[in-house]
């Protein structure tokens, strides 16, 4: 019942797949929820590497590919990263008083601050995913689109470590922060670079790279977390969905250079 009612909470967390609401939500439940983000959003990874397989396959551009590809994942989870990235950053921009910055981001707006967000780390997705999918590889190429997906979502473990506090005791906060142990959090970001690099390796891009990619995305969202600390006080939703969104750019923009 734990593993059921945790996948459960993952997945319809993460995503917009149907499935049934778990018998229980608690603290222990949502630890293991963000421990298995990666396999969770596994529906939408296998989306977009099916795109970018299709797209290689009949010819289209690699630009073409990459933001259909990208729009997978995007429209699987409704947006929902995205939005946090949006309110994050409004946040950020708006005001160094706390109590205000955390007002902005839950108006539901996004402002010129969050839009210039969305438009930057969303092209950063799509062009260095249009650069991955540019080599020679096929399926080995799409299966790395597929991992890195999957991997951008060990960010959730790191905004849940214990001694990450909320910035605000309702919504995400009172249930997610401060549940995942940093060991978890550590065997999830190991296991996520190990998967990286061994996709690299399959797709003859370099395992390092794929293993930088990884160490890279974590220090991006730690910076993510520290300014979010010293700006709100805390985490918020918002700011999971920010890290989920910088983490996935930062593995594409990595795997890209070469």
Excluded at 42 to 65: C, E, K, N, S, Y
Excluded at 67 to 84: K, M, P, S, Y
Excluded at 143 to 162: D, M, P
Excluded at 220 to 246: H, N, P, Q, S, Y
Aim: glycine share 10%; proline share 4%.
């Amino acid at each position: 019942m734990l593993v059921r009612d945790a996948w459960r909470l993952a997945v319809g967390t993460l995503t917009a797949m149907p499935v049934p609401p778990p018998e229980h939500v608690d603290r222990r439940r949502a630890a293991m929820a963000m421990a298995v983000a990666p396999l969770a959003v596994l529906p939408l990874a296998l989306g977009a590497a099916a795109i970018a397989l299709l797209g290689q396959l009949t010819g289209l551009p690699h630009l073409v590919t990459a933001l259909l590809a990208i729009g997978v994942v995007v429209a699987g989870n409704r947006a929902l990263h995205l939005d946090g990235l949006a309110d994050t950053v409004d946040g950020m921009a708006a005001s160094y008083d706390r109590e205000r910055s955390l007002a902005v981001m839950k108006t539901g707006t996004s402002g010129p601050a969050g839009v210039t967000a969305i438009v930057l780390v969303l092209g950063l997705q799509v062009a260095a995913l249009a650069s991955v999918l540019g080599g020679d590889g096929g399926v080995r190429l799409a299966l790395l689109a597929l991992v890195a997906v999957c991997a951008s979502r060990a960010a959730l473990s790191l905004c849940c470590v214990r001694g990450v506090r909320p910035a605000r005791q309702d919504g995400l906060g009172r249930t997610f922060t401060q549940t995942v142990s940093p060991l978890l959090a550590a065997v999830v970001w190991l296991a996520s670079g190990a998967a990286l690099a061994a996709a690299a390796w399959w797709a003859g891009i370099g395992w390092w790279r794929g293993a930088s990619a990884a160490v890279l995305a974590a220090l991006v969202v730690a910076l993510i977390l520290v300014r979010a600390v010293k700006r709100f006080g805390g985490v918020t939703g918002d700011v999971f969905g920010a890290a989920v969104e910088a983490a996935l750019a930062t593995i594409l923009v990595t795997l890209s250079t070469g």
